[in-house]
């Protein structure tokens, strides 16, 4: 073949490369997304070179590289694959094509952007162009061949300029895919604020019936009946101590259990809660003030919208009842008054006592303070339960230095401790720590009863006790030293008393006996040798003894008071008889 041959042949061939080059722009231009132009592109663009395999890689707006699509490739792995970044391999370079004959033989490619497709897929000739639109690179064109092959300048040529010229299409329809997906959001985000507006509107006329049947003179029946139209379901309006106010519809028997424990977090959170049953529980307040309980069953699942309109009804409820004053009970009021008993305990008990009748509450009679610190039940549920009990019990409460602080009626510290202790682990489902002053009768007392149980508190978590009450009875000698009248008196007489009294009454020896038996270790044998008796005398009185003293009276616990309760009662007899010579104990010889 001649030269001129030669020069018409090559002529032809780049004139073929240049009109496949033009038709396969043509027919990507074509395409309106990236995926199914991308596609085309590696198809049309192997087989203009005749390559095993094409794929093409694109940059995020991060300048991260990741396979987009592929043709030829016989691993899955390969599309996907998010590139390494190194700039010494083909690929890397952004403003002209890098390739290689064996890329796996040169080693400035080790490491390079592509070394895991190339992996992958086997492959050795790698040339890859840069996909320019103006002078930004918007991805990398590779073609590759699984054997060793050396690139012509025209295949080169050929390649460069296809990405040059797909380049821009890629961006152009990278640009309207972006204006689409910005359009889809601004008609979403049209449509929820359409909805939201729809929403709005329906519950400011909502809000604008409930007003007119406040104004039209409505009770609390008519509110149920307009909030069970607008739910579609039952209604029911309790008062703070879960007295019912109003019902409509037919309530689920999960309502007809609901205790204030059960609505505890709506009130602590301020907002519809869900409960067991598809039941919803509103708190309805009044400021700081808690009035009662708003409970629904509606008949679809309420959106956000629809809570909106349950905390409107409940708002609505607050309205009437405090206009009506149906509760008839004001907290703020209970723990102002309580807060002073605490702050200013020489202020006139009279006056105090006057201004707690007001509000029903007779400080004549016996009250207990209860004490609970905060940290273990939250801020916003002691208030609630705190407020809920109180009114129930007709008392008062006051919350100061993270503790809640209650005082009731009562004068049995256990039954009060026993029930308290039974609301607070249902409410907290485990077990709480509480403290229980003795009882009280007047208003100069509270003050005193107030910090007697802050120092069992205190003691209780000095000890390391947790989960039950404490109190003096409870507490035995350590409740004597913490208490503030220091009722040795009563320690003595609760402790060892029926003993004291049969031998007074019977003039026997069982308190020596008592003594003589836990100073010899309890052991009958050595306190019939230190009392110079028979043992089986000695026997007889400890029988006796687990008869007045109940039969575990040599528990370690009890053990312990009974001996401390001994030594008192010594003691007291030998400083009466030192002020009082003339007075002594006569002890006879009587056995039982």
């Known amino acids: 073949m001649t030269d001129v041959e030669k020069r ?4 032809r061939q780049r004139e073929s490369g240049m009109a496949a080059l033009l038709d396969i722009v043509r027919e990507v231009s074509m395409y309106s997304d ?10 049309r663009a192997r087989l203009l070179i005749d390559m095993d395999m094409c794929f093409v890689s694109l940059f995020d707006e991060h300048g991260d590289a990741r396979v987009r699509a592929a043709n030829g490739n016989i691993s899955k792995q390969s599309v996907g694959i998010q590139l390494a970044r190194n700039a010494t391999a083909p690929g890397d370079d952004h403003h002209g094509p890098v390739w290689t004959a064996d890329h796996s033989a040169e080693e400035r490619f080790a490491h390079g952007a592509i070394i895991d497709v190339v992996r992958h897929e086997g492959l050795r000739a790698v040339l890859a162009a840069p996909l320019t639109n103006g002078t930004r690179a918007v991805g990398t064109l590779h073609v590759a061949d699984r054997d060793v092959r050396r690139f012509t300048a025209d295949e080169i040529s050929l390649m460069t300029a296809l990405g040059d010229l797909a380049g821009p299409v890629v961006a152009r329809i990278q640009l309207l895919q972006e204006a689409d997906d910005t359009v889809i959001a601004l008609r979403n985000r049209l449509s929820q604020a359409e909805s939201t507006v729809s929403a709005l509107r329906e519950l400011n006329d909502n809000r604008s019936k409930l007003v007119d049947l406040v104004l039209d003179g409505g009770d609390l029946h008519a509110l149920a009946e307009e909030a069970s139209g607008l739910f ?40 519809p809660v869900l409960l067991d049953g598809g039941l919803w529980a509103v708190p ?3 400021g700081d003030e808690d009035l009662g309980t708003l409970t629904l069953c509606p008949r679809l699942t309420p959106s956000e919208h629809d809570k909106a309109r349950m905390r409107a009804v409940a708002q609505t409820a607050a309205v009437l ?3 009506n004053r149906i509760t008839g009970i004001d907290n703020r009021a209970r723990e102002k008054l309580f807060d002073e008993f605490l702050s200013d305990p020489a202020r006139s008990p009279h006056l105090l006592e006057r201004r707690a009748s007001r509000l029903g509450i007779h400080l004549d009679t016996p009250h207990i303070v209860i004490m609970v610190g905060t940290e273990e039940i939250g801020r916003g549920r002691a208030e609630y339960w705190s407020s809920s009990y109180t009114y129930r019990k007709n008392g008062l409460r006051s919350i100061r230095d993270d503790r809640v602080a209650l005082l009731v009626p009562g004068t049995d510290p256990n039954a009060v401790a026993d029930e308290v202790l039974a609301e607070l682990s249902r409410l907290q489902g485990h077990p709480v720590t509480a403290s229980i002053s003795r009882p009280v009768s007047s208003a100069g007392a509270i003050a005193q009863a107030y910090q007697e149980a802050s120092r069992y508190l205190d003691a209780m978590a000095a000890l390391g006790v947790t989960g039950g009450a404490a109190f003096a009875s409870e507490l035995g000698f350590l409740g004597v030293l913490l208490s503030d009248n220091h009722d040795v008196d009563g320690f003595v007489s609760g402790t060892i008393g029926p003993v004291l009294d049969y031998d007074r009454e019977r003039n026997t020896e069982l308190v020596r006996t008592l003594e003589a038996y836990f100073n010899t270790g309890s052991s009958p044998t050595y306190a019939a040798e230190k009392l110079h008796v028979h043992p089986n005398t ?40 030192r002020r009082n010579p003339s007075t002594m104990d006569t002890v006879g010889d009587q056995d039982t």
């Open 8 to 11: 018409l042949a090559r002529h």
């Open 34 to 43: 990236v995926d199914s132009l991308l596609k085309a592109l590696t198809r």
């Open 232 to 271: 579609d379901g039952a209604v029911r309006i309790l008062a703070v101590d879960d007295t019912v106010l109003a019902t409509t519809g037919k309530m689920p028997a999960e309502e007809e259990r609901l205790s204030p424990l059960d609505t505890m977090d709506a009130h602590a959170t301020g907002a």
């Open 284 to 286: 309805i307040l009044a």
């Open 321 to 323: 009842l405090r206009g």
């Open 538 to 577: 000695v026997t007889r009185r400890l029988d006796r003894i687990s008869e007045l003293l109940g039969p575990d009276w040599q528990k370690p616990e009890r053990a312990l008071d009974i001996q401390v309760a001994l030594r008192v009662s010594r003691i007291r007899h030998v400083l009466r008889d």
